[in-house]
C-alpha cells in the first residue's frame, strides 16, 4: 500500500491513525482483546467515568431499532478510583493512548475528576461527557446550555494539563454556537455526535419499551445528522474534531473525514461486529489506496 501516512493530531494528542471507539460501546478496551489487536487502534476512548461507582438506570436499558438502538445505560461505572487502580495498569500495557470520558453532576465534579485524572499516569486525554444533568439545576443537561457547557470546559480545563476533547450534544437548536462556547473555554478539540433524545413503545404491552422511557439514538439512523453537525462545526471553530454517530464501514469514516473530522470513533458497530475498528481501518487504507491519497490529512474538511 505504499507510503501512506495515517497519523493525525487530535488537539495535541497524537494518534498512529484516525480510529478510536466511542465511549460506552467499547467497554473498557480490554474486552476486546480477544478479538482485535488493541495496539492497532489509534486510542481507545474507555466507558464513561464518574466520581462514585454507579449502577446504572433499571432494565431494560436498550432496545434495538431499524437502524441503530436506543440506550439509556446511564452512567454504569466503577468510578473513578477504581478505575485508575482495577483497569489502568492493564491498560498501560498497549501502546495506544488511552481517552477517558468524564461525568458529573454538578461542575464541581467534572473539576475533580479532571484532577484526579491529570495524576494518572496512563492517561493521555479527557473527554467530557455534558450530556449530563446539572443537579443542582434542577436537571437541565450541560450541554444544551453554552453558559453550563462553557462553565463545566473551564473547571476541566483549570484542573488538567492533558488534552481536553469535549463532546458535544446533538439535542440543540444551533451546534455551532455550544462548539465556539466551549472552544473559548479552551476545549482542544471537540467530539460529536453524542446520542439523540428518542424511545419506542411495546403495543402489546402499551408501555414504552425502556425503562427509562427515553433513551439515546445511535447507529446508522443517526448518521446523517452527525455529518450536517460535524460540517457546520469545522466551519464555525478552529479545533480539531473526533467525528462518530453511525460510522459502519470505512466509506462511512471516509465521509466524517471530508465532512471535517480529524479522527473518528466506532460506536453501536462494535455491538454487532467486534471487529469493525480494525474493519474500518482497513477500508480506509484501501481507499486512500484506490484514491491514491498519500496522506490521510488530506482528507480532513475536503467536502467543503
Ligand atoms: C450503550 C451505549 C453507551 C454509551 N455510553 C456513553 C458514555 O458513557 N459517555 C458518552 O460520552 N457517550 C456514550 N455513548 C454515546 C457514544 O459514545 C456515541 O457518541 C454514540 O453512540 C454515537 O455513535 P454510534 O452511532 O457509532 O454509536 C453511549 C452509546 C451507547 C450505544
Redesign the pocket.
Known amino acids: 500500500m505504499g507510503n501512506l501516512n495515517l497519523q493525525v493530531n487530535l488537539g495535541g494528542l497524537a494518534m498512529k491513525n484516525p480510529v478510536t471507539t466511542?465511549?460506552?460501546?467499547f467497554g473498557f478496551g480490554l474486552e476486546f482483546a480477544p478479538f482485535i489487536d488493541l495496539n492497532r487502534l489509534g486510542a481507545i476512548?474507555v466507558?464513561?467515568t464518574t466520581l462514585e461507582p454507579r449502577e446504572g438506570n433499571p432494565t431494560p436499558r436498550?432496545a434495538e431499532t431499524p437502524a441503530?438502538?436506543l440506550?439509556a445505560?446511564g452512567?454504569q461505572?466503577p468510578g473513578v478510583e477504581a478505575f485508575i487502580r482495577d483497569y489502568l495498569p492493564p491498560l498501560r500495557q498497549i501502546d495506544t493512548p488511552v481517552i477517558v470520558?468524564l461525568?458529573g453532576n454538578s461542575v464541581e465534579d467534572y473539576g475533580r475528576l479532571a484532577s484526579i485524572l491529570d495524576g494518572a499516569d496512563g492517561v493521555a486525554a479527557l473527554?467530557v461527557?455534558i450530556?449530563c444533568p446539572n443537579v443542582k439545576q434542577g436537571g437541565i443537561q450541560f450541554g444544551t446550555l453554552p453558559a453550563s457547557a462553557a462553565a463545566v470546559t473551564r473547571a476541566v480545563r483549570e484542573n488538567t494539563q492533558k488534552p481536553v476533547i469535549v463532546?458535544l450534544s446533538p439535542n440543540v437548536t444551533d451546534i455551532t454556537e455550544m462548539a465556539r462556547a466551549v472552544v473559548d473555554a479552551g476545549a482542544d478539540a471537540l467530539?460529536?455526535?453524542?446520542?439523540l433524545l428518542g424511545m419506542d413503545i411495546d403495543i402489546r404491552t402499551r408501555r414504552p419499551v425502556l425503562a427509562n422511557i427515553f433513551g439515546?439514538l445511535?447507529?446508522?439512523a443517526?448518521?446523517p445528522v452527525?455529518l450536517r453537525m460535524i460540517y457546520q462545526v469545522y466551519k464555525a471553530v478552529n479545533v480539531p474534531i473526533l467525528g462518530?454517530?453511525?460510522?459502519?464501514n470505512g466509506q462511512d469514516a471516509i465521509a466524517f473525514m471530508l465532512a471535517g473530522a480529524t479522527a473518528i470513533?466506532?460506536?453501536?458497530?462494535?455491538?454487532t461486529n467486534p471487529r469493525a475498528t480494525l474493519d474500518i481501518l482497513d477500508g480506509i487504507e484501501e481507499y486512500c489506496d484506490r484514491e491514491g491519497v498519500r496522506d490521510v490529512n488530506e482528507l480532513i474538511g475536503a467536502a467543503h
Open positions: 466511542a465511549s460506552g460501546t476512548v466507558k464513561g436498550m441503530g438502538m440506550n445505560i452512567l461505572n470520558n461525568s473527554e461527557n450530556s463532546k467530539a460529536l455526535i453524542n446520542t439515546g445511535s447507529g446508522p443517526v448518521k452527525a462518530m454517530g453511525g460510522i459502519m470513533a466506532v460506536g453501536t458497530a462494535n455491538f
